[in-house]
């Protein structure tokens, strides 16, 4: 079963920075546009960050111009990269593909921002 790897996330204080990594099988990384999404307690799971292959980038309102996202091509990997962290950003963060596919999520890596 295809799966993403995310790592990187843990308990930080408010104005604090965290990388998140996701590995990924190459056959998937390397012909398809990758993603962040993240999903909080009693809220349905909501686009982050999009980057394509050839490095364009989208963000989600509410993360412009804190939260930068990146491709390794060479590493099959993507990175967010979050800084001015606040607590609404606490949740669970996964990657997939842009569109997302079921099959493809991960277990996610949890994000705790404490005020």
């Known amino acids: 079963q295809v799966r993403m790897v995310e790592s990187g996330g843990g308990l930080v204080q408010a104005g604090g920075s965290l990388r998140l990594s996701c590995a990924a099988s190459?056959?998937?990384?390397?012909?398809?546009?990758m993603a962040w999404y993240r999903q909080a307690p009693g809220k349905v799971r909501e686009l982050v960050a999009r980057?394509?292959?050839?490095?364009?980038?989208i963000y989600a309102d509410s993360v412009k111009g804190r939260f930068t996202v990146s491709r390794d091509n060479a590493k099959n990997t993507v990175y967010l990269q979050m800084s001015s962290l606040k607590p609404e950003d606490t949740a669970v963060y996964y990657c997939n593909t842009f569109p997302s596919w079921n099959l493809y999520w991960g277990q996610g890596t949890q994000v705790t921002v404490s005020s």
């Open positions: 190459r056959s998937i990384f390397s012909s398809n546009a």
């Open positions: 980057i394509g292959v050839g490095g364009d980038t």
